[in-house]
Structure formats: structure tokens, C-alpha cells
């Protein structure tokens, strides 16, 4: 499986970016994907996941209210719609997807920077 992001770049607070990951490979038998973030200095972070199923959600309380994880099925591709960015949210945002199986992919990241 191979996870391939865009949409990150420069914003300025207030404003808007989606992110994309789209997935590769044997993606049949994906469980969930979902977002993660790691700023210079901090933990990584769970931003938002969704399932392959029902498509359940879940969000880490700083994002709730701004930030929207959505998915197409037929593209094998996950999008992060954020708005209301804060600088808060600069962050590297990787793709993390896990199979039935439990094995973990991760994209190579991209960046997201928030100016005050």
C-alpha cells in the first residue's frame, strides 16, 4: 500500500486548506485512515480518522468544529478539509492507513503552516 498526500502549504489564520491522500495497492482491505500531525518540538497527534465501514469519525478536540475528514471509496482517497486554521495547526500532516490485518502505512507527510 502506498499513500501519496497533497494540499498542504502556507495559510494565513482564518483561512483554508484540504489536504488529500490518496491510497494504492491493496487497499481492499482497508480498516480506517486517517490524519496525523507532528509540530517541531511535540508528540504526533491524532487529527482526525475515519472508518472504511460506516465511515465513523473521530476528532481530537482542538479541531472539532473546523476541521471535516471525508472519503471517496471509488478514488481509495481521504481528504482533511480545514478551516478556521489557527498557527496553532503548523504541523507536518501524514496519511496513516490500517488494514483488517492491523498493519500500518504511513504517507511521507506534508506541510501545513499557519501565519499569524
Known amino acids: 500500500v502506498q499513500l501519496a498526500e497533497s494540499g498542504g502549504g502556507l495559510v494565513q489564520a482564518g483561512g483554508s486548506l484540504r489536504l488529500s491522500c490518496a491510497a494504492s495497492?491493496?487497499?481492499?482491505?482497508?480498516?480506517?485512515m486517517g490524519w496525523y500531525r507532528q509540530a517541531p518540538g511535540k508528540a504526533r497527534e491524532m487529527v482526525a480518522v475515519?472508518?472504511?465501514?460506516?465511515?465513523?469519525?473521530n476528532y481530537a478536540d482542538s479541531v472539532k468544529g473546523r476541521f471535516t475528514i471525508s472519503r471517496d471509496n471509488a478514488k481509495n482517497t481521504v481528504y482533511l478539509q480545514m478551516n478556521s486554521l489557527k498557527p496553532e495547526d503548523t504541523a507536518v500532516y501524514r496519511c496513516?492507513?490500517?488494514?483488517?490485518?492491523?498493519?500500518?502505512?504511513w504517507g511521507q507527510g506534508t506541510q501545513v503552516t499557519v501565519s499569524s
Open positions: 496513516k492507513l490500517v488494514n483488517n490485518a492491523g498493519y500500518i502505512y
Open positions: 495497492g491493496s487497499t481492499f482491505s482497508m480498516r480506517t
Open positions: 475515519i472508518t472504511s465501514g460506516a465511515g465513523a469519525t
